[in-house]
Structures are given as C-alpha cells and as structure tokens.
C-alpha cells in the first residue's frame, strides 16, 4: 500500500533553512487525483497546514507561511520537498508529509513524521 | 482564514461510553469536513471525510454528522483502542486549517 517517508536533519539552527525530503512508495506520485502536503505539529500543540504541491509543479501554499516556504516535486524519485528559510525557535515541530485529496482536500495516508528542532 | 473550534479539548470516558466531539466552523463550510484520530507518536489517522463518510477500514462505530456549522463525531461504544486525540479540518478551502483537538481519556 501507499507509504511516506519524511527525512532530513533533526537539528537546525536558528535562521538557517530546514529541508525535508517525503518519498513516496507503493504507488506513484504523478497521480491525476491527488496533491501532496505537508503539515507540522509543534509539541503538544496541534496541526498546521503547510502548503502542498501536485505532481506538474503546481502548489498551494499557508498564507501565514508564505514567505518563507518552497515545495518542490521530483517526479523521477517519486519525492517532493520542504524548505524554510528564516527558522526561529517557534518552527520547532513534528513535520509530516501526507497524500492530498484533490477534491476532497483531506489528507490520507500520512508520513510517521520527522522532529525538526531549531535550536543552537 | 476558516477557524475550527473544537470542544472539549479534553474528555474523560470510560470503555464502552458513548462519546461526543464537536467543531464549530467559524462560517459555513457545508459539508467539507474531516475528522481524524491521532495517538501518542504517531500520525493522524483519517476517520471520516465529507462530514460523515467513513473512510475505508474504520470502524462503524464511528460516525460523523453536521448541523449548519456545527460538526460532531460520536463514538457509540468507546473502545480501548479509541483513547486518543482527535482532529476536524475543514476542507473547504484554503488555507486548510484544523481544529486543536480533543484527547479522550480515561
């Protein structure tokens, strides 16, 4: 069945550039019906939508994130991408990568999740 | 933005309940909602789309239902299985927002 994987330093510091990579398995990322998306947790707190992105390059983005968000796709390695720039404390999280309904905007199956802590 | 208020943010049951979760939209997303149900280190899991369709492989006793913007997920006989967070999101439109949970507990 379809699984996700997130990967990528489980440390950054302070106004540096997380990067997060999701490979996608058992299924294909240039699926006509679905985005993929990514969500993040601060500890204890609850879910954030980040942004997400369809296989043709195309993405949606939190306004409240914007600026410092880019999600990227490789169609080749079945992979998409997270980068944010400008980290503070306050992007410390649980970062989850996620299958996007296209119509139905749901988010199914999901990645385990990665910690991402901003600290020096 | 869509703001999703959830309440309880917390409730105490015991197996076998009947528990209640409600999500107030804060205007009217007709039935673009989702709920899902997260356990201690894990991922959200999705439990029902569309305000009250069961996603495949989860249990009946779950259920879904929506008045206006008022959006409630029951679980008709609390399992030991069930004690966790759970989540609304509308899906509406975006930016997609969620609610900020409601652990059930003991």
């Known amino acids: 069945q379809l699984q996700l994987q997130e990967s990528g330093p489980g440390l950054v510091k302070p106004s540096e550039t997380l990067s997060l990579t999701c490979t996608v398995s058992?299924?294909?990322?240039?699926?006509?019906?679905?985005?993929w998306g990514w969500i993040r947790q601060p500890p204890g707190k609850g879910l954030e939508w980040i942004g997400s992105?369809?296989?043709?390059?195309?993405?949606y983005y939190n306004p409240s994130l914007i600026s410092r968000v880019t999600i990227s796709v490789d169609t080749a390695k079945n992979q998409f991408s997270l980068k944010l720039t400008s980290v503070t404390a306050a992007d410390t999280a649980v970062f989850y990568c996620?299958?996007?309904?296209?119509?139905?905007?749901?988010?199914?199956?999901w990645g385990q999740g990665t910690l991402v802590t901003v600290s020096s | 933005d869509i703001q999703m208020t959830q309440s309880p943010s917390s409730v105490s049951a015991s197996v076998g309940d009947r528990v209640t979760i409600t999500c107030r939209a804060s205007?009217?997303?007709?039935?673009?909602l989702a709920w899902y149900q997260q356990k201690p280190g894990k991922a959200p899991k999705l439990l029902i789309y569309a305000a009250s369709s069961l996603q495949s492989g989860v249990p009946s006793r779950f259920s879904g239902s929506e008045s206006g913007t008022d959006f409630t997920l029951t679980v008709s006989s609390l399992q030991p299985e069930d004690f966790a967070t759970y989540f609304c999101?509308?899906?509406?439109?975006?930016?997609?927002?969620f609610g900020g949970g409601t652990k059930v507990e003991v």
């Open positions: 992105i369809y296989y043709s390059g195309s993405s």
């Open positions: 999101q509308q899906t509406k439109s975006f930016p997609l927002t």
């Open positions: 996620a299958r996007h309904d296209q119509i139905e905007n749901w988010f199914d199956p």
């Open positions: 058992g299924g294909s990322i240039r699926s006509s019906n679905h985005y």
């Open positions: 205007q009217g997303i007709s039935s673009w």
